[in-house]
């Protein structure tokens, strides 16, 4: 290599370095106010603490760590409980990382693929065979054929199964791999026809992946990095943790070993099958980082300055769409179908939006009042017995009753 290369390689990196400086250096958080000032009652707050330590003395929870946020400022941010139970018991810290399971759906897949939709690269309406060739259609007895689109991805209203095992994938195929996992989704025969019924799958939100990692040709994990988190100045969130924020890592579920999964997602296909790197599951987070990424869609998909969806792309994507109005989904999150009992009884019906994680992570944003409500735990450990239904349908009506103004 001639001196002349070895300048530009230096050149190159240096660039590259005070790009990643400009977006770490000029990253905001959210300003932590008193809930006063943000026209809420620290009273009614206060409530949340004798919930969620009920929930530790119950031994629902091991601990928990809950966050509101009104509008750009975070209002409430307050830990419980224990980090871990096993090996060692730690308590749990503000600034926890945790396992968000299918909560990746929304805060990592859905946001990513909206950005490839107001980008020009996919259509809502595109069928999805148009970029998975092979993709099943849902067939009649008759013959009649009715393919899915990438809303019905979105929408879990594909006709997709909701989940296969890594073993029925070995059964079937021989191995649990990217390639056996992708022929199982072109040929499991559809439950209905798309559009006519919801079925929450993972299988979905996997099928989003392949997609978006074809065009774009890199990881989902990549991908959100460089165009979701990074920008916001996300630096405790990402797939597959590593170094100090393993430290930081709530763990999950007790293996066989007798030691806790910990920086390893929980999901068996997203762990095994797709190596922690999921269009289904394999996010990791703290509340406080959330928080931001609240804020942001709160705001039409901008905060701190930085843009990852544009106002109206943010609107489609939390909206129901007209033709499965019924069936309460909206890109990604879940506005009023069975699953969306974390959002209480109090916000605004419909408008109101939020997710869940099978490790018993959730979060609801009312865009009405700019309110969202983050409740963190590891429902999971250390054993797979926990519940936070309750829990989090009754943190999000303290929430929506603090509100004064």
């Not at 001639?2 to 050149?11: G, M, Q, T, V």
Request: hydrophobic residues 40%.
């Amino acid at each position: 290599m001639n001196r002349l290369s070895l300048i530009a390689i230096f050149f190159a990196a240096c660039a590259g370095a005070l790009l990643f400086s400009s977006f770490t250096a000029s990253a905001e958080r959210l300003n932590r106010i008193v809930p006063e000032k943000a026209g809420m009652s620290s009273e009614m707050l206060s409530r949340i603490d004798s919930v969620v330590n009920g929930a530790v003395v119950q031994k629902t929870i091991p601990g928990a760590v809950v966050a509101v946020v009104r509008d750009t400022n975070l209002v409430f941010i307050k830990a419980y409980g224990y980090k871990s139970l096993v090996p060692d018991k730690v308590p749990m810290s503000e600034d926890d990382i945790f396992d968000l399971a299918s909560m990746s759906k929304s805060l990592g897949t859905a946001i990513c693929f909206m950005q490839l939709v107001e980008r020009g690269y996919v259509r809502l309406s595109d069928k999805v065979e148009k970029y998975i060739p092979g993709f099943g259609a849902f067939r009649t007895k008759e013959g009649k054929s009715f393919p899915a689109t990438i809303q019905d991805l979105m929408t879990h209203t594909s006709g997709l199964p909701s989940y296969v095992n890594p073993q029925t994938l070995k059964d079937k195929y021989g191995k649990a791999d990217r390639n056996t996992l992708l022929r199982y989704i072109k040929e499991a025969p559809r439950k209905f026809a798309p559009k006519t019924d919801f079925l929450y799958s993972c299988l979905n939100f996997i099928t989003l992946q392949y997609i978006l990692e074809d065009i774009m040709n890199t990881t989902l994990a990549d991908y959100a990095g460089e165009n979701v988190f990074l920008p916001l100045g996300l630096e405790s969130t990402a797939y597959v943790p590593s170094g100090r924020m393993l430290e930081r890592t709530v763990p999950t579920e007790v293996q066989p070993d007798g030691l806790p999964l910990c920086g390893v997602v929980h999901d068996p296909l997203a762990r095994i099958v797709n190596g922690g790197i999921s269009g289904n599951a394999g996010l990791f987070s703290t509340a406080d980082d959330i928080a931001v990424l609240a804020a942001a869609l709160m705001n039409g998909g901008s905060y701190g300055g930085k843009r990852i969806l544009g106002k109206l792309t943010v609107g489609k994507m939390t909206s129901v769409p007209e033709d499965v109005h019924a069936l309460g989904r909206s890109l990604g999150w879940d506005n009023y179908s069975a699953y969306s009992s974390n959002n209480g009884d109090i916000f605004p019906y419909g408008t109101t939006y939020g997710h869940t994680g099978y490790t018993g992570t959730s979060i609801v944003v009312d865009p009405v009042n700019k309110i969202a409500v983050i409740v963190l735990t590891s429902r999971v450990h250390p054993e797979d017995k926990g519940s936070v239904a309750e829990l989090r349908a009754v943190v999000s009506n303290i929430v929506a009753g603090s509100l004064e103004n």
